[in-house]
């Protein structure tokens, strides 16, 4: 069985980095929300610390892979849905630097998932939808010309049917736009 080489795209480690340590600020900016619960750790706080170990040189080790999924169990385990998405945030930070270069709707979320869950945290946490416009809208100023790249070699994310769909949404279309804006 041979690979469909089509469906595949060159991806650096360089990219990676930068899209990781982007990723790591978009976590960081509401992991205040996860560590106000009571009940919290420092698995989120220790997958935002990895990735930005990641992204400023370190390697790709098993362990950034181990600090991602403990930030993930460390949503499930707390009772706060803002929480929750804060932490999942760092996860999804933390999980960027294994993004394949695969041109798959599913991995556009490596690239786009710790903002998102960011805004879905600001959200859940004020308690109301239009606060996570302004995070979106910080994510997507500050995203580097990596994402932008790497997401212009996968498809198009759609709305969806879930609150988290439409954020994912959101920011991807709002990096793609500005590519179009910066390239015209």
Do not use: N
């Not at 041109?103 to 600001?122: E, P």
């Not at 959200?123 to 239009?130: H, T, W, Y």
């Not at 997507?140 to 994310?157: F, G, K, Q, S, Y």
């Amino acid at each position: 069985m041979t690979e469909d080489s089509s469906l595949y795209f060159t991806l650096s480690l360089d990219s990676l980095r930068a899209i990781g340590g982007w990723a790591a600020e978009c976590a960081e900016r509401v992991l205040r929300v996860y560590e106000s619960e009571p009940g919290s750790d420092s698995r989120p706080r220790a997958a935002i610390e990895g990735i930005r170990e990641f992204a400023a040189g370190g390697k790709r080790t098993a362990r950034l892979r181990t600090l991602a999924l403990a930030a993930h169990a460390a949503a499930r385990d707390i009772s706060d849905p803002a929480a929750a998405a804060a932490a999942r945030a760092a996860g999804t930070a933390a999980a960027s630097a294994y993004t394949h270069p695969l041109k798959d709707i599913h991995q556009t979320k490596h690239i786009v998932g710790a903002a998102a869950y960011a805004a879905l945290a600001l959200e859940l946490s004020r308690g109301e939808e239009g606060a996570a416009d302004a995070e979106i809208r910080w994510a997507i100023d500050h995203a580097p010309a990596e994402a932008r790249d790497v997401l212009l070699e996968m498809p198009a994310r759609q709305p969806g049917k879930s609150r988290l769909d439409t954020l994912l949404y959101l920011v991807d279309a709002g990096i793609r736009d500005l590519d179009a804006r910066i390239t015209t």
